[in-house]
């Protein structure tokens, strides 16, 4: 499926409507797989010389974004059952000229870290996706790959579609990354698997390290240093990558919207299961517990090597908290479903260092600040922080919120109107299926009376 464009008049557009459940959320859910983890264990997976199981996989479009460009990549990618995929690999070095342009949908993360992938192999390809996707940055990465000796020409302001010529020999690379991003660290070290000699990256703040924990996963050397709030990775080039088995566990960021809906909507008290854990990935939970949320974690355990549990949330009343600015990426997609929760909170919320929102699927600073005007509910925005004050009351609802392409503006909306005193309309639900396929299904399962429907 791809969606071009999205407004109010694209007569392809699917508008939702979400109402107060009577009773609340209850009961025990498993929401879809990691989509970070997916993304990655099917790229491992076409690098790596041998077979890949993943199971767990999100079967999300970003995700079959990625599949689809493996397959163009020269990988043999099958799907034997629900979340359980197989993947043929080339190794490090042995992918192929795509026949075609690479449609990467959505997904800044499949594009941003297929250009590394790129970047290593002697290789000509040509990237484009929707209309949200090619108006965000890719110099971000083009930058420091160019510096290996791939070749980049794209259209203006460094956008999408973008050419690559990859380098027949790239230099390994000594990075320091100007914003915190797992995907351009990503891309780094990816072309780096090409490269003779060690990549070493250096990042001011730690971002999610799933790259760095599958590359030791499939064989690579990776050494991992802290250093102030931040981390130097260093990879050892050309090794051999080997097919390792992936299990994929249930999405943080998902889990986000259904834990948060419990916190907020009386008589609620909901589990998730099989919640991935790491630790640069739960800054809205820390967050949520701040705000005196009653969130329990049970059932710790190691799943393929990332910690995961089960997760707990029950209705109550949330106060306002500061946010500091270093949590931002392990939070750094949570902020639109945060500032929800925000919105039923007594006293003032400062969320600090929200810059990179501004370059996400839609500018998700804005239209959080949209999301909740529309709701009744004034949100400031000063410099790059973003400040609600409320006195603990159910915002008044009633909005026709504009998703602008952004699955996590459409499904924070829709949880906004579970909990609202009116119900809340969004003007397309289609981008959820990007990272949350069955979302509006998932939630009407735990609530009486079905509370989210077509509009
Ligand atoms: O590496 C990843 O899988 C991701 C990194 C983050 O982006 P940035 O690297 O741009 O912060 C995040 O917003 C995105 O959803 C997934
Ligand atoms: C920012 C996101 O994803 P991506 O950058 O992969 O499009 C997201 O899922 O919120």
């Known amino acids: 499926m ?7 008049h694209d007569a392809a557009a699917q508008p939702l409507r979400s109402t107060r459940p009577a009773g609340g959320l209850t009961g025990r859910i498993r929401v879809a797989g990691d989509k970070s983890i997916s993304h990655r264990a099917l790229m491992f997976g076409a690098l790596a010389v041998g077979r ?11 995700v079959l974004r990625t599949a ?5 990549l020269g990988a043999t990618v099958d799907r034997l059952g629900e979340g359980h995929w197989q993947v043929a690999g080339r190794g490090v070095g042995g992918l192929v000229e795509p026949a075609d342009v690479l449609d990467m949908g959505n997904s800044g993360t499949a594009a941003r870290l297929i250009c590394g992938l790129i970047a290593g192999h002697p290789i000509f390809a040509v990237l484009t996706g929707d209309a949200s996707l090619r108006s965000r940055p890719m110099k971000r990465v083009m930058d420091p790959l160019a510096a290996s000796g791939a ?10 579609p973008l050419a690559i010529e990859g380098a027949a020999e790239p230099l390994p690379l000594d990075y320091r990354l100007p914003v915190a991003s797992a ?3 990503s891309a780094v070290l990816l072309a780096g698997l090409c490269a003779r000699g060690t990549t070493r990256v250096e990042e001011p703040e730690a971002s999610r390290d799933h790259t760095e924990n599958m590359l030791r996963h499939f064989g690579a050397t990776v ?4 250093r102030g709030h931040g981390r130097v990775i260093e990879l050892e080039g050309q090794p051999e990558l080997v097919a390792a088995p992936v299990h994929v566990p249930a999405d943080p960021s998902s889990a986000a919207f259904p834990l948060v809906a419990a916190l907020l909507v009386p008589g609620s008290s909901l589990t998730v299961e099989g919640v991935g854990l790491n630790p640069l990935r739960t800054g809205l939970f820390t967050t949520l517990r701040e705000m005196g949320a009653n969130l329990v974690v049970t059932n710790e355990r190691l799943e393929g090597g990332e910690p995961v549990g089960d997760i707990t949330a029950t209705h109550g009343p949330l106060r306002g908290v500061e946010v500091p600015a270093e949590r931002a990426p392990s939070m750094i997609d949570e902020y639109p479903i945060l500032a929800v929760a925000a919105a039923f909170a007594s006293g003032t919320t400062r969320m600090r260092g929200l810059k990179e929102l501004r370059v996400k699927e839609s500018d998700r600073l804005a239209a959080t600040v949209a999301l909740l005007a529309a709701n009744g509910v004034v949100a400031e925005v000063e410099g790059d922080d973003l400040i609600l004050q409320r006195n603990g ?17 459409a499904m924070s909306a829709l949880v ?3 909990a609202a005193e009116q119900a809340v309309t969004v003007d397309d639900g289609r981008f959820i299926d990007t990272s949350f396929p069955g979302f509006a299904a998932l939630m009407n399962g735990a609530a009486a009376g079905s509370p989210i429907q077509p509009a």
């Not at 020409?153 to 460094?158: E, M």
């Not at 009351?393 to 392409?405: D, F, L």
Request: aromatic share 2%.
């Open 2 to 8: 791809s969606h071009s464009a999205t407004s109010p």
């Open 52 to 62: 890949t199981e993943i199971t767990g996989l999100l079967e999300g479009e970003d």
């Open 68 to 72: 689809a460009a493996m397959r163009a």
């Open 151 to 160: 070749r980049f020409t794209s259209r203006a302001g460094g956008r999408l």
């Open 183 to 185: 995907q351009v660290k």
């Open 223 to 226: 050494r991992v240093e802290a």
């Open 393 to 409: 009351r159910p915002p008044a609802g009633g909005g026709h919120v504009t998703t602008h392409m952004d699955h996590r503006i």
């Open 416 to 418: 906004l109107g579970l």
